[in-house]
């Protein structure tokens, strides 16, 4: 590790666009850097982002399949079942083979995994479910922690599936995924995390040594963020400010702008997409699972679950991901876990020149890896 390192993208850069889009950071939640700003500051980010988008759109596209606005590639039937009392929605494909089950990250859907499902159910059992609060399961006004999302994915394999399964997440999805491991080895025959996350949000705990190596300005900005943070969380308890910049954030044309800073691949970014995340947005109960589930707790890092991980695990990871950067402490710990790691078999990918959502972005990259690991277990 370099002794001092110059600041990324990451999770602690301050990119011009305030305070929120470093506080509330995930899959979805970059929407918010254009929401808590001026006018004027947001119109220019507008030509920016406008023109960045027109120089990715004239690259050529490197081989990968062109998404459509048509509904997903997957089973398109999405089917039901209870947990708790809430309805959860779910997609399935294959019947045969080991079962594989698709946790989706922060603010999107098991839409995301539209070209994940089908692909690996010609060898697999599939299946991709909604988290609680998000698509189209049921979104209530509970509290929630990554504990609750583990709690229904034990549910979803022993209830759904029947059988030990291969977890795959992304984003909140891979910590939903160590949780489960962590607390139900029998549920789990293996994980799959990629672009893993530190918390269900932004108040990621800090652990000692985290930026131990690091250059003077990431401890010092860490406290400010921690400020930052609390001072977030206090507004949006309070309705009347915390529900126009909802309104603002579930917006299709905030949607398409944030999907555009996070994706690679500009023609995934298409009006299916978009209108899998925007009709969940606006349904009834939007809004409070939005606000608890920003305000809940982060929950324990993966790094302390992992003691109690003993099934094989793949890790798949971005080296151009700016919420879950490579090169920051997160990162670096499950870049070194196959060589830390001795209870079971831990295999490491980098994909070069890809983001946070590969598993949309260039969805054959991570399609050829499961269907390679997953053979092998």
């Excluded at 598993?359 to 399609?367: A, C």
Aim: charged share 25%; hydrophobic share 40%.
């Amino acid at each position: 590790m370099d002794a001092a390192r110059t600041a990324p993208d990451g999770p602690l850069d301050d990119d011009g666009d305030g305070v929120a889009a470093s506080a509330i950071r995930g899959t979805m939640t970059t929407t918010l850097r254009r929401a808590s700003t001026t006018s004027r500051g947001a119109a220019r980010r507008d030509d920016a982002r406008a023109g960045r988008r027109r120089r990715r759109s004239a690259r050529p596209t490197r081989g990968r399949t062109r998404a459509t606005a048509e509904a997903p590639t997957s089973d398109e039937e999405v089917k039901f079942h209870a947990w708790r009392g809430h309805r959860v929605g779910y997609r399935s494909s294959g019947d045969r083979g080991r079962a594989i089950v698709l946790i989706h990250g922060f603010g999107v859907s098991s839409f995301q995994f539209r070209d994940n499902v089908r692909a690996l159910g010609e060898r697999h059992r599939v299946y991709a479910l909604d988290l609680v609060g998000f698509g189209t399961s049921d979104q209530p006004d509970v509290p929630y922690a990554m504990e609750f999302w583990r709690d229904q994915v034990i549910d979803f394999v022993e209830n759904v599936v029947g059988e030990p399964a291969v977890l795959v997440g992304n984003s909140i999805g891979s910590l939903a995924a160590v949780h489960v491991a962590a607390e139900s080895p029998k549920t789990t025959a293996g994980i799959a995390l990629i672009n893993c996350a530190g918390g269900m949000n932004n108040k990621v705990k800090r652990l000692d040594g985290d930026f131990d190596g690091y250059g003077w300005q990431y401890k010092a900005v860490v406290p400010i963020f921690s400020v930052v943070l609390a001072i977030i969380d206090a507004v949006l308890k309070v309705e009347p400010i915390a529900k126009p910049l909802f309104e603002n954030v579930r917006g299709e044309e905030n949607v398409r702008g944030a999907l555009a800073n996070v994706y690679m691949n500009p023609s995934r970014v298409d009006d299916g997409l978009v209108n899998s995340i925007c009709g969940a947005a606006n349904r009834e109960g939007a809004f409070k699972a939005f606000v608890n589930i920003l305000t809940g707790p982060a929950g324990p890092r993966p790094e302390e679950l992992m003691p109690r991980v003993t099934c094989p695990m793949l890790i798949l990871w971005g080296s151009k991901d700016t919420i879950t950067p490579l090169d920051f402490p997160l990162g670096q710990y499950f870049l070194n876990l196959p060589k830390t790691r001795q209870t079971s078999r831990t295999d490491f990918i980098r994909f070069e020149g890809e983001g946070h959502c590969v598993q949309d972005d260039n969805p054959k990259l991570v399609n050829d890896a499961l269907t390679d690991w997953v053979a092998a277990l």
